[in-house]
């Protein structure tokens, strides 16, 4: 397709002209929705993998978070203020982080996968006064709160309320959480109780549209995760995307299998879908593992239209064998993200389940910004096009634009974007290294063809991306440096058929240890352990000594193109 054509989606009217000055996203994905006549609409549907299930309809939504912000408020919870979310796939997040938003304090999504030195690690950055979690989920915050000084209020959602049928967000009766619990220190506050005393008629903060609301944690190849920040401003900054490549409709059901405290589903099956008061389905597996057959039954009992996952999760879906039985004819589209869509999956997709899956690239600082667009030619492989009005250019380290064909860093104008981050929390170094003048430089590695579309090669750092999830070495090779066998690792990408790819350490044992299946069994037990699961190495390679610079640093690189054979 010709550039120009392109070109004229957005050249006629900016797509952003309409983004207010004041703006509250808590207000404006709930109580706007009422005001516009969907108050009466389902907003979330939840269900277990034991069959329980609850459903929330716009104007209950307003209702519970309004109640929640007031709670906050009279526990001295104030605008600004940090509120760490540990929460599995259950409607108390999107509760939770819709009270926030409109008491005008930021939300924090984490992993329920992180262990206590993770999550200590976020507490004390963040400096957050409070957390949300479940009571099967308080241990690990209970020994991060003994460290976080700054942390005042653990509110918990008792697991006895997850297992009601359907919730009237008005007085709820659960079990009471256990103040005695040995494994949580201080106070605990119960979630619904503090919703059934708080104020339905709170009024949400009056914030501006450039105000922060969220922050994002992410990592980097080196030092310590980074808290990525955004404001309030974000659902209506990708209005382009929500039309452009999630196509939500008015009538759409849309999901998204990936825990709640990852970006693509806040962004996309929260921020997004509710931005367009369309109905949303959640699914909360006991074990926390996607399971196709469930999936099936889900989009065949809700008629989801509108689906949003990654390449693993459409490779889980589409190799299970009940997918030839499975009642899918509900699905109209569906988007991919969080590492390459390979063009043997798209045809896997399109074959059974029906639909060609629009991939696209970003990350957590901007979301995606180059993307397949619904109703325009794609190829298979490439990540499409610039989403309307948002400058790229692909840049060497000089600034300077690489030439067609050649690979360069995909860099981003700062200044027509509003959906970029504003910066990463309280690290000013590490802000500037990736703010240069005004480009975003993104760090990802793409060239761009005579047609004008972008393909990805790969990451100018050394962040891994298997299963959708973004894994820093360096906090790996730090668990594994823990353990008494190991001397010094490497941490790198392989290739996987079903993931695309996973983590693989090289690993130097220390003398004394012998290399053997045993010792890489309890190096990967060790890592479940200390960090979150999804971290682990799938694969554990011994080695007598690593590829090193003269200076001393591991060649990572060298690595990773052994094990993809460049």
Known sequence: MAACNYQSLWQASDPWANIPARYNLGAALTQANVEAGRGNRVCLLWENSDGLSRQFTYAEMNDASSRFASALARLGVRRGDRVLLRLPNLPEFYIAALGVAKLGGVFIPSSTQFRAAEIEYRLRDS???????TTSLTAEVGIARAASPE?????????????????????????????????VAGEQLDFWDLIAKGDPA?????????????IAYTSGTTGDPKGVVHLHRYPISYEPLIRHWLDFRDDDVCSCPAEVGWLLPVACTFLYAMRRGIRIVLFHPRDGR?????????IEKHRITNFVGTPTIYRMLTAHPAVAQARLSSLRHGVSAGEPLPPDTIAAVQRHLGFEPLDGIGMSECMVYCYNMVGMPTVAGSCGRP???????????????????????????RDTHPGMMKEYWQKLEQTAEIFRGEWYYSGDVLSRDADGLFWFKGRRDDVIKASGYRISPFEVESCLAEHPAVLESAVVSSPDPVRGSVVKAFVVPRSGFEP???LALELQNWVKEHAAGYKYPRKVE???ELPKTASGKIKRRQLRQREFGE
Not at 127 to 133: D, I, L, Q, S
Not at 156 to 182: F, H, L, Q, T, Y
Not at 390 to 413: A, M, N, Q, T
Request: charged share 25%; hydrophobic share 45%.
């Open 127 to 133: 400096g957050a006064v409070a957390a949300v979690t």
């Open 202 to 214: 709170f009024v949400a903060a009056d914030t501006a549209s450039d105000e922060v609301a969220f």
């Open 290 to 298: 996607f399971q196709p057959e469930a999936w099936f039954k889900l």
């Open 516 to 518: 053997s299946e045993d």
């Open 387 to 413: 989403g309307p009005g948002c400058v790229i250019k692909l840049l060497d380290e000089d600034l300077v634009e690489v030439p067609v064909g050649e690979e360069g860093v995909l860099c981003v104008r």
């Open 151 to 183: 942390l005042r209020h653990l509110i918990v959602v008792a697991d006895s309320s997850v297992e009601v049928g359907a919730v009237d967000v008005g007085p709820v009766e659960v079990e009471s959480v256990e103040k005695g619990d040995d494994r």
């Open 542 to 544: 011994f080695v007598t």
